[in-house]
């Protein structure tokens, strides 16, 4: 955990490699597997047992119906055992022939955008996990204008309505939001009194260490522009954060106003209670970031420039941004239409 942190991973990925390392440390301590050599059997009798096994209860109410993991969970968690594994035998805790068995050569056929195969195809055979299940690309979720409408018309403070205003109209990730300072905020249509030369409202963000753990993934700093509406909630929001005392001295932007420890930044776990609660009242899944994915599709069906939308996302690398190029319902029925005509006209 100490070599994630010094990395450079966010706060959300250290927590959550936290959880699938101690869940592999325990299944071998229950099954008497040694954790530092694992055949490639036992690996695999694991992965079953991860769709296999009923997840513990949630919540004090017992659910009628037990609840289960999914294949594409159970690649992540064994994805990060391998990561595991593989440190492990820089560590020398681990034979390299434990972890020479997590991966089998495959020749691409297809390659994806941007793959370099070489001149003789000699680059087109890569190393590829070999415990995997063959599951769906699922593709993004994301949201409709109306649906996002919706959800901050179900926010009862103003707070949390420019919270959801700002990761819809910015894409920003949910730690770069949280992470946001007052200094971040350049709201005026001319920011030269604050040494920002960025004409128009804009949002600024930052790798930053906070004390709510709250953490932009992307290291390159960046600037995002906001439309007359973001400013005006921000002016409500505010008006709605001079009312608390305790919240007056503190530089973060989003803080605790309605509950203790009143003034002090929001964190994770309460921002997600209150996406599911806004999801509830809304009536359909409603996540953090389903908002950052609704930004980014609506630049690009837009017609933005890919490398525009890709710097305002934050995204590093170009392919980062293919998944949100996918076709909407109309416009698979447009498709069809158009064909229908086509057709229509030939026969005439």
Not at 16 to 36: F, K, M, P
Not at 162 to 169: C, G, I, Q, R, T
Request: aromatic share 10%; with cysteine.
């Amino acid at each position: 955990m100490a070599g994630l942190k010094g990395g450079g991973r966010a706060y959300n990925t250290q927590r959550t490699y936290a959880g699938r390392i101690a869940l592999y440390l325990s299944y071998c301590t229950e099954n008497s597997v040694d954790w530092t050599r694992p055949t490639l059997a036992q690996l695999m009798a694991m992965m079953r047992w991860l769709v296999d096994e009923p997840l513990p209860p949630k919540g004090r109410r017992p659910r009628p119906e037990p609840r289960y993991r999914d294949k594409g969970t159970a690649n992540k968690i064994m994805g990060t055992v391998g990561e595991f594994l593989s440190w492990s035998a820089l560590q020398g805790w681990v034979p390299p022939t434990v972890v020479s068995q997590l991966v089998e050569p495959k020749f691409l056929h297809y390659t994806p955008p941007g793959f370099d195969p070489g001149e003789d195809g000699q680059y087109r055979t890569v190393q590829t996990r070999r415990i995997k299940y063959r599951v769906a690309v699922p593709g993004y979720e994301w949201l409709s204008d109306d649906e996002i409408r919706k959800v901050a018309d179900c926010t009862t403070h103003a707070r949390d309505r420019f919270l959801v205003s700002l990761m819809a109209v910015t894409g920003m990730r949910i730690g770069e939001g949280l992470g946001l300072r007052r200094e971040d905020m350049h709201f005026l249509p001319d920011s030269t009194l604050l040494g920002c030369r960025v004409g128009g409202p804009h949002v600024h963000v930052r790798r930053r260490l906070n004390s709510n753990n709250a953490y932009a993934k992307s290291p390159h700093p960046r600037w995002i522009p906001v439309d007359e509406e973001t400013v005006a909630l921000y002016a409500d929001y505010r008006y709605e954060r001079d009312e608390v005392p305790e919240a007056e001295g503190g530089d973060m932007v989003f803080v605790n106003l309605f509950r203790a420890p009143l003034g002090e930044p929001m964190k994770y776990p309460s921002t997600y209670e209150l996406f599911k609660r806004l999801a509830d009242r809304a009536g359909f899944r409603a996540r953090p970031h389903m908002l950052r994915h609704s930004a980014i599709t609506r630049w690009v069906r837009s017609g933005v420039d890919r490398d525009v939308a890709q710097n305002m996302a934050g995204h590093l690398s170009p392919q980062s941004m293919d998944p949100y190029t996918h076709a909407t319902d109309q416009d698979k029925r447009d498709a069809v239409k158009l064909v229908a005509a086509k057709r229509k006209e030939s026969r005439q």
